[in-house]
């Protein structure tokens, strides 16, 4: 069909209603009914404008710019380009949206952008990527756009490219009827006709180009977020590991669904040594244990805040320190599942010690760490320096991140009044003598750490007289699990990069091998 004769089809449809409109509004003016009918007819389309204006204003479809909890400093820095990529494009055509180059293009380019970021300066910042991560990213970007635009676009399943340049003319044709037909009722009745076509431009125009072009542009800032979001993942090596094993390995270190007191598994089971633990750890079902580290110099309080916590003797209080490391399971209110770590500890001479190099290893493994220090000792030095030290081995590995730091302060029983052992004490606003030394202790600590520290919590954990675990210590400990649950899954992935790494390429060599000797063994038969 030519577009005259859709325009003749239109115009004929049209003409008895544009006919009757002229007429009635004719007739209106005449009887002098118009007086009355002006003002209903101005609210309708006020109210109509008003209601488009605010239907229209916030849009049904989700916001795609989320982004996981345990990206480092450089994601973020990466995720800041990838957002500002997806605003600078304000309105998009649905030209541009069905050419394929305007996406290749657009991701080549942020792919760019990402991979520099992570390798400053390099002559190709793509260098250093593997083929089967490059097509992870690819994998997990489509997947995650597929699974959107199918939940959030109706019948896409069904739309094709070529509807997609349909629904373009089809638009175009409606323009230009529409148009026809605001030019026919005007020669009829000019005055009535000028007005409708500026409300409905203004209110019903204006709603269908925005919820169309909303749409348009949903779906190409979804595609740049979602390619950004692995295009980081890329960079900072954590497809590495596949595309199974990626999603795998986010699952288990999801915080678990709001638990239920009834099914919580049974609380605690101890062993010495942590090799055992680990591995029950790692083929439980559940969500993965996340290790606390529990460090600070000899005779801190360290198993007795181990025992307070599990609430019976598991690691041994003793006036010799253990050398041996202890890991005992434990489940937190809300059912994550921790694996406590209690060392040995450090004498007061700091770095130069044995001791301390082995807590220094120690707090690698961790993603949440109680450094436990006595309220009565004056210096903190060697706890510290560990710190330090720890912070700097993370420095180095920007894939990794900080664990949350809650020093606890232990011996706080023995702060003065000595005599005095009344709990619960309100350190945080009481007046009572203990409380003001509390509060006081509390504050040189904060001076002494500074911001090495992610909180400061007072604890006695003197067998009987405790104070402050289960009121204080726990629930900061629970405020901190996103903190250390993103420590803990970065760790994972770099150790399972790392170690598949040579697995792999053992097994490719070897079925390169036989697919070699199968090939002679064919020439030989051959022959
Ligand atoms: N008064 C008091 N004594 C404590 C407290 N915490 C631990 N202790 C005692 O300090 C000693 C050393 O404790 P321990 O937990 O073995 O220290 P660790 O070397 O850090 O593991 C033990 O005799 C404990 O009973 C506390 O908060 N107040
Ligand atoms: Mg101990």
Same mark, same amino acid.
């Given at each position: 069909?030519?577009?005259?004769?859709?325009?003749?089809?239109?115009?004929?449809?049209?003409?008895?209603?544009?006919?009757?409109?002229?007429?009635?509004?004719?007739?209106?003016?005449?009887?002098?009914?118009?007086?009355?009918?002006?003002?209903?007819?101005?609210?309708?389309?006020?109210?109509?404008?008003?209601?488009?204006?605010?239907?229209?204003?916030?849009?049904?479809?989700?916001?795609?710019?989320?982004?996981?909890?345990?990206?480092?400093?450089?994601?973020?820095?990466?995720?800041?380009?990838?957002?500002?990529?997806?605003?600078?494009?304000?309105?998009?055509?649905?030209?541009?949206?069905?050419?394929?180059?305007?996406?290749?293009?657009?991701?080549?380019?942020?792919?760019?952008?990402?991979?520099?970021?992570?390798?400053?300066?390099?002559?190709?910042?793509?260098?250093?990527?593997?083929?089967?991560?490059?097509?992870?990213?690819?994998? !997990?970007?489509?997947?995650?756009?597929?699974? !959107?635009?199918?939940?959030?676009?109706?019948?896409?399943?069904?739309?094709?490219?070529?509807?997609?340049?349909?629904?373009?003319?089809?638009?175009?044709?409606?323009?230009?009827?529409?148009?026809?037909?605001?030019?026919?009722?005007?020669?009829?009745?000019?005055?009535?006709?000028?007005?409708?076509?500026?409300?409905?431009?203004?209110?019903?125009?204006?709603?269908?180009?925005?919820?169309?072009?909303?749409?348009?542009?949903?779906?190409?800032?979804?595609?740049?977020?979602?390619?950004?979001?692995?295009?980081?993942?890329?960079?900072?090596?954590?497809?590495?590991?596949?595309?199974?094993?990626?999603?795998?390995?986010?699952?288990?270190?999801?915080?678990?669904?709001?638990?239920?007191?009834?099914?919580?598994?049974?609380?605690?089971?101890?062993?010495?040594?942590?090799?055992?633990?680990?591995?029950?750890?790692?083929?439980?079902?559940?969500?993965?244990?996340?290790?606390?580290?529990?460090?600070?110099?000899?005779?801190?309080?360290?198993?007795?805040?181990?025992?307070?916590?599990?609430?019976?003797?598991?690691?041994?209080?003793?006036?010799?320190?253990?050398?041996?490391?202890?890991?005992?399971?434990?489940?937190?209110?809300?059912?994550?599942?921790?694996?406590?770590?209690?060392?040995?500890?450090?004498?007061?001479?700091?770095?130069?010690?044995?001791?301390?190099?082995?807590?220094?290893?120690?707090?690698?493994?961790?993603?949440?760490?109680?450094?436990?220090?006595?309220?009565?000792?004056?210096?903190?030095?060697?706890?510290?320096?560990?710190?330090?030290?720890?912070?700097?081995?993370?420095?180095?590995?920007?894939?990794?991140?900080?664990?949350?730091?809650?020093?606890?302060?232990?011996?706080?029983?023995?702060?003065?009044?000595?005599?005095?052992?009344?709990?619960?004490?309100?350190?945080?606003?009481?007046?009572?003598?203990?409380?003001?030394?509390?509060?006081?202790?509390?504050?040189?600590?904060?001076?002494?750490?500074?911001?090495?520290?992610?909180?400061?919590?007072?604890?006695?954990?003197?067998?009987?007289?405790?104070?402050?675990?289960?009121?204080?210590?726990?629930?900061?400990?629970?405020?901190?699990?996103?903190?250390?649950?993103?420590?803990?899954?970065?760790?994972?992935?770099?150790?399972?990069?790392?170690?598949?790494?040579?697995?792999?390429?053992?097994?490719?060599?070897?079925?390169?091998?036989?697919?070699?000797?199968?090939?002679?063994?064919?020439?030989?038969?051959?022959?």
């Amino acid at each position: 069909m030519t577009r005259l004769r859709i325009a003749i089809l239109i115009v004929l449809f049209v003409t008895p209603f544009a006919f009757l409109m002229g007429a009635g509004g004719y007739h209106l003016w005449t009887t002098g009914w118009v007086v009355w009918t002006w003002w209903p007819m101005v609210l309708c389309i006020t109210l109509a404008y008003f209601l488009a204006w605010r239907w229209t204003r916030r849009s049904p479809l989700p916001s795609t710019d989320d982004q996981p909890g345990y990206w480092t400093d450089r994601d973020k820095a990466a995720w800041a380009k990838v957002t500002e990529k997806a605003k600078s494009f304000e309105a998009i055509t649905t030209k541009q949206l069905e050419d394929p180059k305007h996406y290749s293009d657009l991701a080549l380019d942020l792919a760019k952008q990402v991979a520099e970021l992570y390798n400053p300066g390099a002559a190709d910042p793509f260098d250093h990527l593997t083929l089967p991560e490059v097509l992870a990213c690819i994998e !997990l970007a489509s997947a995650d756009l597929d699974e !959107l635009v199918q939940k959030y676009v109706p019948g896409s399943h069904m739309l094709r490219i070529r509807d997609l340049k349909r629904a373009r003319k089809a638009v175009e044709y409606y323009k230009a009827g529409q148009n026809l037909y605001w030019a026919g009722a005007a020669i009829v009745d000019p005055i009535q006709t000028a007005l409708r076509f500026l409300a409905s431009k203004a209110a019903l125009g204006t709603l269908l180009d925005k919820l169309q072009s909303n749409v348009i542009l949903w779906f190409h800032t979804a595609f740049i977020h979602r390619l950004g979001r692995y295009l980081i993942e890329l960079n900072s090596g954590r497809l590495k590991v596949g595309v199974k094993r990626y999603r795998e390995l986010l699952a288990v270190h999801q915080p678990p669904p709001l638990d239920d007191p009834n099914e919580r598994p049974p609380v605690s089971t101890a062993q010495i040594g942590d090799v055992t633990i680990l591995a029950a750890a790692n083929t439980s079902t559940g969500p993965k244990a996340i290790t606390v580290g529990i460090l600070g110099s000899v005779k801190a309080g360290k198993s007795s805040l181990v025992n307070a916590l599990l609430g019976r003797a598991a690691a041994t209080v003793d006036r010799l320190p253990v050398t041996a490391g202890v890991r005992c399971d434990y489940t937190l209110p809300g059912g994550q599942p921790v694996s406590i770590l209690d060392t040995s500890g450090y004498g007061q001479d700091g770095p130069t010690d044995e001791d301390f190099a082995a807590a220094v290893e120690a707090s690698h493994d961790a993603d949440l760490i109680l450094l436990v220090t006595q309220a009565t000792v004056p210096g903190r030095q060697p706890d510290v320096d560990l710190l330090d030290r720890l912070r700097a081995w993370v420095a180095e590995k920007p894939h990794l991140k900080m664990p949350p730091v809650i020093v606890v302060v232990s011996h706080i029983d023995l702060l003065s009044p000595k005599a005095e052992w009344t709990p619960p004490y309100d350190w945080k606003t009481g007046t009572r003598p203990k409380e003001l030394n509390i509060r006081e202790c509390v504050s040189v600590v904060k001076e002494q750490v500074g911001d090495r520290a992610t909180d400061i919590v007072p604890v006695c954990g003197r067998e009987g007289e405790q104070f402050g675990i289960v009121e204080g210590l726990i629930p900061a400990v629970v405020s901190h699990l996103d903190h250390a649950r993103g420590a803990a899954v970065l760790k994972a992935f770099e150790m399972e990069a790392g170690a598949g790494k040579y697995e792999k390429l053992g097994e490719q060599v070897i079925a390169g091998g036989k697919q070699v000797l199968n090939v002679l063994r064919d020439v030989f038969k051959g022959k």
